[in-house]
């Protein structure tokens, strides 16, 4: 089975631009989970879904971030308009519902904002 | 608040047994992960403890003490592809998993 897919795998781009990064979810999943990792706050959640509807986004920075799941098999971060400190590696997780399931990670969207 | 520590870094030599140990102080506790993360790559699911006491997989184990809120990743037989960051998370609600900032094991020969 594939895992959690995301794309792009690396992003560069200037200050104030939009970025949009995308992942497809295991299938089967309902639950699915965006998150930032960076050196100085390490893995911070930043919204989860639950059958595609959206749970908690209390961990979003701000406004300039939003996030979408239009269905079971696919979401968006989007982050407009871009700065500098939102450099970092975002990841998308999913898993059952359960809370005793572990949550599988794509390979993250290594993202520098110049 | 949410605290969840881990030592920075942690060194250990190819054979050996490290114990890496986490402390969490959470507005809710349903249960706890350890995550495997090599450089560059995604983490990993590595053990997962609700109820207090000792979960053995292989090279790999997990201890639990709710009460005094504290966990410790043992892992035996050390080998060089077990160089990594290993994070230590909560679930504090619904699904919600807060993270420790992981500690960094470097194993050498």
């Known amino acids: 089975d594939a895992g959690v897919i995301q794309s792009p795998r690396h992003e560069v781009t200037e200050m104030g631009q939009e970025v949009t990064l995308r992942c497809k979810p295991i299938?089967?999943?309902?639950?699915l989970f965006w998150y930032r990792q960076t050196m100085m706050r390490g893995l911070e959640l930043l919204i989860y879904?639950?059958?595609?509807?959206?749970?908690?986004d209390s961990g979003m920075p701000e406004d300039r971030f939003s996030a979408k799941m239009p269905n079971a098999s696919f979401s968006t971060l989007k982050i407009q308009p871009s700065e500098p400190r939102d450099s970092a590696v975002y990841f998308c997780?999913?898993?059952?519902?359960?809370?005793?399931?572990?949550?599988?990670f794509g390979d993250g969207t290594r993202l520098s904002i110049l | 608040g949410q605290n969840i520590d881990q030592p920075t870094e942690m060194t250990a030599t190819e054979g050996a047994i490290v114990q890496i140990n986490c402390t969490y102080q959470?507005?809710?506790?349903?249960?706890l992960f350890w995550y495997q993360q090599h450089a560059g790559e995604a983490p990993t699911f590595l053990s997962y403890?609700?109820?207090?006491g000792l979960e053995e997989k292989g090279r790999f184990s997990s201890f639990l003490s709710r009460s005094k809120g504290y966990s410790y990743l043992l892992l035996k037989e050390l080998q060089m592809k077990d160089s990594a960051s290993y994070l230590c998370?909560?679930?504090?609600?619904?699904?919600?998993?807060?993270f420790g900032t992981g500690t960094r094991l470097l194993v050498s020969p």
């Open positions: 997780a999913s898993s059952f519902v359960t809370g005793d399931q572990p949550q599988h």
């Open positions: 299938s089967g999943h309902n639950s």
């Open positions: 879904f639950n059958n595609n509807v959206p749970i908690d």
């Open positions: 959470t507005s809710g506790f349903n249960g």
């Open positions: 403890n609700v109820l207090d």
């Open positions: 998370a909560v679930i504090t609600g619904f699904q919600k998993l807060v």
